[in-house]
């Protein structure tokens, strides 16, 4: 079973909607009880699912450190996709763009239809102005879920930046196309949406 934290990376895929596909059974911090929290919070981690639910409290906490620290713990007793998945959300919260990509990369070769380490993969690749290889990443999550909207914004992001204006109308346009409850002022044409742009 597939859980995934949601982090200010994905708080765009959230917000535009990621497909089931997306996100097979998201688990955010957040939806856990008050005994829940305190029950982890009194947890002694033995096994890696143990060590992953801690880091999952410590990145909803916001103490990045103690969460990478424990999704470390849970990759070296499990080095499963999602463990390396997590780890990588937090070194792109922490603004650490290399850590990030080595992770999802590890966690696509671990499984390579994990189509949220594509996107955040991507992102992470936006950020640092690659868009050759933040596109590549967009196209192959969209390759896996063509109603991903939150790759086909974030791709037009991607094409805006690189100078491919209609390349970028005709993501945000489909993006607009799949999720049409969504309003002009997120998917305006220029400047870039969201963020400004040049």
């Given at each position: 079973?597939?859980?995934q934290?949601?982090?200010?990376?994905?708080?765009?895929?959230?917000?535009?909607?990621?497909?089931s596909?997306?996100?097979?059974?998201?688990?955010?911090?957040?939806?856990?009880?008050?005994?829940?929290?305190?029950?982890?919070?009194?947890?002694?981690?033995?096994?890696?699912?143990d060590?992953?639910?801690?880091?999952?409290?410590?990145?909803?906490?916001?103490?990045?450190?103690?969460?990478?620290n424990?999704?470390?713990?849970?990759?070296?007793?499990?080095?499963?996709?999602?463990y390396?998945?997590?780890?990588?959300?937090?070194?792109?919260?922490?603004?650490?763009?290399?850590?990030?990509?080595?992770?999802?990369?590890?966690?696509l070769r671990?499984?390579?239809?994990f189509?949220?380490?594509?996107?955040?993969?991507?992102?992470?690749?936006?950020?640092?102005?690659?868009?050759?290889?933040?596109?590549?990443?967009?196209?192959?999550?969209?390759?896996?879920?063509?109603?991903?909207?939150?790759?086909?914004?974030?791709r037009?992001?991607a094409?805006?930046?690189?100078?491919?204006?209609?390349?970028a109308?005709?993501d945000?346009?489909?993006?607009?196309?799949l999720?049409?409850?969504?309003t002009?002022q997120?998917?305006?044409?220029a400047?870039?949406?969201?963020?400004?742009?040049?």
């Amino acid at each position: 079973m597939r859980q995934q934290f949601f982090s200010a990376l994905t708080a765009l895929a959230a917000f535009v909607g990621l497909s089931s596909a997306a996100v097979a059974q998201p688990m955010a911090i957040a939806t856990l009880t008050p005994p829940e929290l305190q029950e982890l919070q009194r947890l002694v981690p033995r096994s890696a699912e143990d060590y992953y639910n801690v880091g999952l409290m410590h990145q909803g906490r916001g103490d990045l450190a103690a969460a990478i620290n424990a999704f470390s713990q849970a990759i070296r007793l499990n080095p499963s996709a999602d463990y390396y998945f997590a780890r990588g959300l937090a070194y792109y919260d922490q603004g650490d763009m290399q850590r990030a990509i080595a992770d999802f990369s590890t966690a696509l070769r671990n499984d390579p239809q994990f189509i949220a380490a594509y996107y955040n993969r991507g992102m992470a690749y936006l950020a640092l102005q690659n868009y050759t290889a933040a596109i590549a990443d967009f196209d192959a999550a969209l390759g896996r879920d063509p109603q991903f909207v939150a790759a086909y914004y974030s791709r037009g992001m991607a094409h805006f930046d690189s100078g491919n204006v209609e390349l970028a109308q005709r993501d945000y346009e489909r993006a607009r196309a799949l999720n049409p409850a969504m309003t002009a002022q997120y998917y305006d044409r220029a400047p870039r949406p969201l963020t400004g742009g040049p």
